[in-house]
């Protein structure tokens, strides 16, 4: 049996397309929303503030000197923001009706016949008769109804907005190297004096009294140091085996 057109109007078509846009477009506004929390808990402090990390390191420059330095990067900018963006979506929906009718009948008939006769030649007549008729017939309708749904989507990943570009250009920025106090010096001696308490150095960058000199595996403490001639005193004499020519490492 043919399916009425009614049948298929009265499908909720608006429903059943509609709902899975509805939810596609919902999934792109959170995920939007989900990547500015991001933004907003990963960058900034509860007081706005860009949340940067520090690193300390130690380098050495060219004269010699070993220099803490510490770099300062807003931490947003060593992490990939996440944006993405639906770039194709499909929907297929498939219904199928299928109706069908079933009927029966049956019928059945039934009689009997009696006759005699009673006359010049026969006593009596007589006729009688019996009938019976039935009949049964039934039917049904079936309908039954299917529905098959698709969605397929498709995600990329979208462009930066340029809000965010800006943002990320403002914090780059700001990233700042920072040089702290000499750490370490090294250099060589050179012109051991007689009392071996005093000596000249190829660098006095930064060295004054009261920095610790290691040379050859033994430490003394600087107690002068004349920048004009580029001479140190150390209080205790060097050791015999030092000569000319020694490599040094100086620390305040």
């Known amino acids: 049996m043919s399916v009425d057109g009614r049948e298929i109007s009265s499908l909720d078509f608006a429903s059943l397309i509609g709902a899975p846009l509805n939810a596609i477009v919902e999934a792109q506004a959170k995920s939007a929303i ?20 520090e690193f300390r390191y130690n380098r050495v420059g060219e004269d010699g000197r070993a220099q803490e330095v510490s ?17 194709h979506a499909e929907i297929e929906f498939n219904a199928k009706i299928t109706s069908t009718r ?13 006759a005699g006769i009673d006359g010049a030649w026969f006593k ?22 299917s529905f098959d749904m698709r969605v397929l989507v498709r995600l990329r990943s979208a ?21 702290g106090g000499v750490r370490a010096l090294t250099g060589t001696i050179s012109r051991i004096g007689d009392d071996r308490s005093s000596f000249n150095v190829s660098n006095l960058s ?10 050859a595996g033994a430490t003394y403490t600087v107690t002068r140091v004349e920048r004009d001639t580029g001479r140190v005193t150390i209080d205790a004499p060097l050791d015999l085996t030092i000569a000319d020519g020694d490599a040094f490492e100086a620390r305040p």
């Open 206 to 215: 930064g060295v004054t009294a009261q920095w610790k000199m290691t040379i």
């Open 34 to 53: 989900a990547t500015a929390n991001f933004i907003r808990e990963v960058a900034f402090d509860k007081e706005g503030r860009a949340v940067i990390s």
């Open 102 to 114: 079933e009927s029966s009948s049956s019928s059945s008939f039934g009689g009997e016949l009696g």
């Open 124 to 145: 009596g007549a007589s006729v009688s008769t019996k009938m019976s008729y039935q009949k049964q017939s039934s039917s049904q309708e079936k309908e039954q109804r």
């Open 159 to 179: 462009e930066m907005p340029p809000g965010t570009e800006r943002l990320l250009s403002a914090l780059e920025s700001s990233v700042e190297e920072r040089r």
């Open 71 to 87: 770099l300062c990067v807003p931490f947003i900018t060593m992490l990939p923001i996440p944006y993405v963006a639906i770039e």
